[in-house]
C-alpha cells in the first residue's frame, strides 16, 4: 500500500471560515495558483458561472456557503428576526440558482439550505440560531461530500482488474469535489494499492479540464499518468490497451441516463462497440429523481469563443458558427455501472437508480 499523503498536496477547492469563502481559482491552473474570496452570494454565483469552482459536487458545496454568506450578514443587521434571515437566505438561493443549470447538485444543495432554514425558524430560532444553522447544513454536505467520495472509490476500484488500465474524461478529481473526487477517487484507490497500470487522461476539448486539472491533481499526487487528445481513447480500446472508462456525472435521471462532460457519449459509444465498461461514478446527490430521462435534462451553452479562442489566440477564422454546449447525455444502457456512495448500481435502469436514490 503506497502512502498516499499525496493528496494533501493538492490546494483544497474551497475553504468556508468567519464569513468568507476562498475558492482555489481553477481557471488559473496549471499556472499559477491563486485564491477567489468571495462575500456574498452574487460573488459565489460569478465564481460558479465563471468556473473558477467547478464539478458536480464542488458547485453544490460552494453555493452551500454562498447562502451562509447572505444569512450571517443579514443576521448580524441590528433588529433582525428569524424571518430577515430566511428571506436573506431564500434570495441569496434564488441568485446562486442561476448560475449554471446541469450540475443538478447546486439545485439539490440550495433546497437543501431552504428547507434547513424554514425548519430552523419554524422551530422557534431567532436570527442568530438561524444562520448558525445554516452554517452546520453547508459544513454537513461539505463532509458528506468527502465522506462520499471516499466510499466511491473503493467501490469503483473493486469493480476493476487486478492491475488496471483505466481512461478518465474531464476533472472529476480532488478538483471537482471536496476531497478525493469521484472517478479519480477510483485512480487514487487503485494508485494506493499498487494496483493502476495505466491511467489515460484526456484532454477535454474545449476548456482542457483535463490537460489544466486533471493532469495538475495527479502530477501534485505524485500518480503517473499519459495525456491524450479526446479522440485517441476509441484507438487505444481497439488495440485491447484498456480495461474500463470512468467518468463523473452531473446530472442522473429517474431512468439511469447521465449527463457529463461533453464527450462522455462519443466515449460510451467507444466503449460499447469495444466491450470496455464504462463506469459513472457519483454521490447520490447528483441523481435528480425529477428528470425521468435524458432529455429532461438542461444542457448548458457556453460561449462559442470557447472553441475559437485558445489562450487569447483565435484558433477559428473571425465570425465562424460554432456549437459549445458543454454536457452531453448518455443512455442508460451504455453504462456498465453507476457507483455511488450507497453502493453500486448495474443494471443501470430506474428500479436500481431508485434503490440508491429512494430514501436519501
Ligand atoms: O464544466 P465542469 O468542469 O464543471 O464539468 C465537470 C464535469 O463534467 C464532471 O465530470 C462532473 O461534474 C463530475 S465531477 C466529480
Redo the contacts with the bound molecule.
Keep these: 500500500v503506497t502512502d498516499l499523503t499525496t493528496l494533501e498536496r493538492i490546494p483544497r477547492t474551497l475553504a468556508y471560515a468567519a464569513g468568507s469563502l476562498v475558492l482555489l481559482d481553477q481557471r488559473r491552473l496549471p499556472g499559477e495558483r491563486t485564491e477567489v474570496r468571495c462575500t456574498t452570494a452574487a460573488e459565489t454565483a460569478a465564481a460558479i458561472r465563471d468556473?473558477a469552482v467547478?464539478?458536480?459536487?464542488a458547485i453544490g458545496v460552494a453555493a452551500a456557503y454562498g447562502v451562509v454568506l447572505e444569512a450571517r450578514a443579514a443576521a448580524a443587521r441590528a433588529s433582525a428576526g428569524a424571518a430577515d434571515v430566511v428571506a436573506a437566505a431564500t434570495a441569496a438561493a434564488a441568485i446562486l440558482a442561476r448560475a449554471r443549470p446541469t450540475?443538478v447538485n447546486l439545485a439539490a444543495a440550495l433546497e437543501r439550505m431552504r428547507a434547513a432554514a424554514a425548519h430552523a425558524a419554524g422551530a422557534g430560532a431567532n436570527a442568530g440560531e438561524v444562520a448558525r444553522r445554516l452554517e452546520d447544513e453547508a459544513r454537513a454536505l461539505e463532509a458528506f461530500e468527502v465522506e462520499a467520495s471516499r466510499t466511491m472509490g473503493r467501490l469503483a476500484a473493486a469493480m476493476l482488474p487486478e492491475r488496471a488500465r483505466v481512461v478518465v474524461h474531464?476533472?472529476?478529481g480532488a478538483l471537482?469535489?471536496v476531497e478525493r473526487?469521484?472517478a479519480l477517487a477510483a485512480v487514487y484507490e487503485l494508485y494506493e494499492h499498487d494496483r493502476l497500470a495505466a491511467v489515460y487522461v484526456d484532454e477535454t476539448r474545449p476548456r482542457l479540464?483535463g490537460s489544466r486539472l486533471t493532469a495538475y491533481e495527479l502530477t501534485r499526487a505524485g500518480v503517473p499518468f499519459t495525456l491524450i487528445v479526446d479522440s485517441l481513447a476509441a484507438t487505444l480500446m481497439r488495440r485491447g490497451e484498456v480495461d474500463a472508462v470512468l467518468?463523473?456525472?452531473?446530472r442522473i435521471a429517474r431512468n439511469g441516463d447521465v449527463a457529463?462532460?461533453v464527450g462522455t457519449y462519443a466515449l460510451a459509444v467507444a466503449c460499447a462497440h469495444h466491450g470496455v465498461p464504462l463506469l459513472v461514478v457519483a454521490p447520490t446527490t447528483t441523481i435528480d429523481l425529477d428528470a425521468a430521462d435524458g432529455d429532461a435534462i438542461p444542457i448548458e451553452e457556453r460561449d462559442p469563443q470557447e472553441l475559437t479562442v485558445a489562450g487569447g489566440e483565435r484558433v477559428a477564422p473571425e465570425g465562424v458558427h460554432a456549437r459549445n454546449p458543454?454536457?452531453d447525455v448518455t443512455p442508460a444502457h451504455l453504462v456498465h455501472a453507476l457507483v455511488t456512495e450507497r453502493g453500486v448500481v448495474s443494471p443501470v435502469d430506474a428500479a436500481g437508480i431508485a434503490r440508491v436514490a429512494g430514501t436519501r
Design positions: 468556473m467547478r464539478g458536480a459536487p450540475a474531464c476533472n472529476a471537482a469535489t473526487g469521484t479540464q467518468v463523473g456525472a452531473d457529463n462532460k458543454a454536457f
